[in-house]
């Protein structure tokens, strides 16, 4: 009868809110010139991805007068596959800016930053903006320290052009942030909470300009103190972890690398993605990228499902902003289940088969 219950909760749109955490308010700043916004843009084979997209919602929150740039690099007719898109994907974007050259060919933080403060001191930018994702952390901490300011990271709302709202101890408290620093206000950007609207027909029409930047005067003398050895992707139809609409997650109690690809046959069934728990990922199960946590990748989707997940603070923190949560786990007193809308105490190798045998087939 229970999972009769679990099955029927699959299409239902419930939404249960729980107690919103509580406000700290912090002092550290006003901009008084006109807003300005440069938004470091992440591509991947001549697609913008969509945190990028949702760092431009964002940066409309900064005043209704901003214009906004995005700033793309690479080298290839994939970069400029991308500059294309880009300057439609959004109606809020004004130009967009392209530095083609070999240098950028991998995005590592040393060349980035170089490039990021070529582009500002032609630009004067008020605001320097950049997804909460690995591309974004790894390349405006060290934009801020060239130019010696103090970056705002995983801001979750903005209040103005210069007070925004973060998350502090692993989520469980707000802390609101004003910017006083003399240089460019530096932010990185949850993208799960700045969703983007869909585009309409008559904004479509709209497209920025793409100017190449010239890179005749543009220094990069240092030493690199990184190098690119190579990267391992997973060849796969789902989704995007970060962006699904369904998430489907296992715990190190699957036990197993095998035990696992039930987590992945119920996520194909259901046309989610796959995610994994530290504990699942130190295991050796599947790899980091699929890491869902304070530590891992911070999702969003209609549809959470745990199994065998107990609920670490640390995981806790990268689906709270999830519509639906639904867990499976043989402790009742999993602390899973005090955030989730539908919990299950049943044994997953008994749960996950059944699930898989009464779902229909993605059609």
């Known amino acids: 009868m229970t999972r009769t219950v679990l099955l029927r909760a699959l299409t ?6 729980s107690n919103a955490p509580r406000s700290i308010s912090i002092s550290i700043t006003s901009l008084s010139r006109c807003i300005s916004t440069l938004i470091l843009a992440e591509h991947e084979s001549g697609t913008i991805k969509p945190q990028t997209v949702s760092t ?13 740039s995005l700033l793309l690099a690479g080298s290839g007719s994939s970069l400029q596959e991308a500059a294309s898109q880009a ?16 240098k950028f060919e991998y995005s590592l933080a040393e060349p980035w930053a170089k490039l990021v403060d070529f582009v500002r001191q032609q630009g004067d930018y008020s605001h320097i903006l950049a997804s909460s994702s690995s591309f974004g952390k790894n390349i405006l901490p060290r934009v801020a320290a060239l130019l010696d300011v103090s970056p705002i990271t995983d801001v979750v709302k903005i209040l103005g052009s210069d007070q925004f709202i973060r998350p502090i101890y692993a989520g469980n408290a707000l802390c609101t942030v004003r910017y006083t620093g003399a240089g460019p206000c530096m932010l990185t950007i949850r993208s799960t909470s700045f969703p983007v609207t869909p585009i309409t027909a008559n904004s479509e029409s709209k497209k920025a300009t793409v100017s190449q930047i010239d890179l005749s005067n543009f220094e990069d003398d240092s030493v690199s103190k990184s190098r690119y050895v190579g990267r391992s992707t997973q060849d796969t139809e789902r989704p995007d972890l970060g962006s699904a609409r369904v998430v489907i997650t296992g715990g190190r109690a ?31 199960y599947v790899p980091n990228d699929l890491q869902v946590g304070q530590t891992g990748k911070i999702v969003a989707p209609e549809l959470y499902m745990a199994f065998g997940v107990s609920g670490a603070i640390q995981h806790l923190a990268g689906i709270k902003d999830s519509k639906v949560i639904v867990a499976v786990n043989k402790d009742a007193d999993a602390p899973i289940f005090q955030v989730a809308d539908y919990g ?20």
């Open 12 to 17: 239902k749109n419930k939404f249960v809110a």
């Open 56 to 68: 431009v919602v964002a940066a409309n929150s900064l005043g209704e007068s901003s214009s906004i």
């Open 87 to 102: 300057a439609s994907c959004h109606p809020s974007v004004s130009e967009v800016l392209v530095a083609d050259s070999d």
């Open 254 to 284: 699957l036990k197993s690398v095998e035990n696992f690809k039930m987590i992945e046959k119920l996520a194909e069934k259901l046309g989610g993605a796959v995610g994994a728990t530290r504990a699942a990922v130190d295991a050796g």
């Open 344 to 363: 299950l105490v049943g044994d997953l190798f008994e749960v996950i088969p059944e699930l898989l045998e009464k779902l229909p087939e993605k059609k």
